[in-house]
């Protein structure tokens, strides 16, 4: 017999709350050791093995999944609403600041890139966010401020290149930020001046100073 619409939803619901216990789980448990099996990751849900394999059919499966949810959460980030402006340096200080929180949350791809995700899946995650950087650097390249001795589809891979390092940094305990030293760290690198850089992050931040 058919489950009815009432019934269906709620069960739908829940496995949808499943789904999204395990993610959070294997998120955490192989950002402390990648190796950590699929026993472990259950564990850490509150849920058998059983279950696991119900809603992903190995490791693979899994680490897709977190793929898939790190995909989504940078495009939700790169389509946030803001506030239209002609200065590329702001721009680019915006695109940090959004960048980053996801890039940090989702860190633990620095350590499964080399052996669970190939080069084209990274740059498939990737594409929107350097289709994005690439536009604005070379905005401010044409404004003049950036440096503009690099290409700027070469600069893009430098600013992401520099990103990616400081997240490593995280995973390795020397760096923590909320994004503000690293948007500033991220203007520098393309030529901005910077005390110029750090005023504009900062307003960025905490625009509820201007009027302090």
Do not use: K
Not at 86 to 111: C, K, M, N, Q, S
């Amino acid at each position: 017999m058919a489950h009815s619409p009432v019934t269906a939803a709620p069960e739908r619901s829940r496995t949808l709350l499943t789904r999204a216990r395990i993610l959070e789980a294997a998120r955490q448990e192989l950002g402390r050791d990648p190796d950590a099996s699929l026993g472990d990751i259950a564990e850490a849900a509150g849920v058998v093995r059983r279950t696991v394999y119900g809603h992903f059919n190995g490791r693979a499966a899994l680490v897709e999944g977190l793929v898939e949810d790190a995909a989504q959460a940078l495009r939700q980030a790169l389509a946030a609403p803001r506030v239209p402006t002609a200065d590329a340096v702001t721009e680019l200080a915006r695109f940090v600041l959004a960048v980053w929180p996801v890039g940090d949350r989702y860190r633990i791809f620095l350590r499964l890139a080399p052996r669970d995700l190939g080069a084209e899946r990274v740059a498939e995650v990737l594409a929107p966010a350097r289709d994005m950087a690439e536009a604005i650097i070379g905005r401010g390249q044409r404004q003049g401020l950036f440096q503009a001795g690099v290409p700027s589809a070469v600069l893009t891979r430098a600013l992401e290149g520099h990103l990616l390092g400081l997240l490593d940094c995280v995973n390795g305990g020397a760096w923590s930020d909320d994004g503000t030293g690293t948007a500033i760290a991220a203007l520098i690198a393309m030529g901005v001046d910077a005390g110029h850089a750090a005023t504009c992050v900062r307003g960025l931040v905490r625009p509820e100073d201007d009027g302090a």
